[in-house]
């Protein structure tokens, strides 16, 4: 390699993909999204060069799995009518991106004691056996690991250890299952709990939920 060649790409640095999610429905009022906004801007200062993509899964959701989306999947047939094609194409979009991303940064609120089914939908996307995990003798195998997951987590109540709605609490719970399951096994989470109790309750978790968010390290 020319000397200069390796002097450039050495100065700047590997080229990293991050995709960030959103998937609260509260708009300009969501805790998750002001959250996950300010984990972005720290990472970019953090590591120049990163490549982001955004996904507003709220905005333009992914739409809910399909038996024919399903069947397609595996058929070797090109063939499918003009709504089908597209959901295909937006699939292997979304999955695309997930594979391809270094570090991803997911914000979401607690709904109903899980995650919003805007997100779900994109995590049925993505779970995708002989692409992201895959079924050995031994038993299943994450194909993922190595990346970077950083939650961004809004809750209108208390859940944490010890709190009598602990046992209700399948969002953070359900993610780490499922990236645990994708090989991804210790998700970074932020939390902003509390959000619910009253406008002194609320901003004292985003305040503290946001000065995590700007001292996040450069490496997990
Ligand atoms: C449809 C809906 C369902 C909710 N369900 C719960 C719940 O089960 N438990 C809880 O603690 N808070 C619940 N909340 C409160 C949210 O977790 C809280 O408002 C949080 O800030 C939502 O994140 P976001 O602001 O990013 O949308 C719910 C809010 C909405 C809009």
Redesign the pocket.
Known sequence: MFPWLRFYTYSKGPSMNLLHL?????GG???????SAAIVAQLKKTHPGLKETYRDLAANPVPHLSGGYLAALQSTEGQHEASLQADLALGGKVLEEFIAADILVI????????V?SQLKAWIDRIAIAGKTFRYTEKGPEGLMGGKRVIL????????GPGMP?AP?EHGETYLRAVFGFLGIANPEVIL??G??IGPEQ?EKSIKAALEQAAGLPLAA
């Open positions: 959103d998937s609260s429905i509260l009022n969501s805790v998750s999204r002001t959250v914000g979401l609120g607690l709904y109903n004691f899980t919003p961004a987590i809004a809750r209108g109540g208390f859940y709605a209700y902003a709990e959000i619910a609320r």
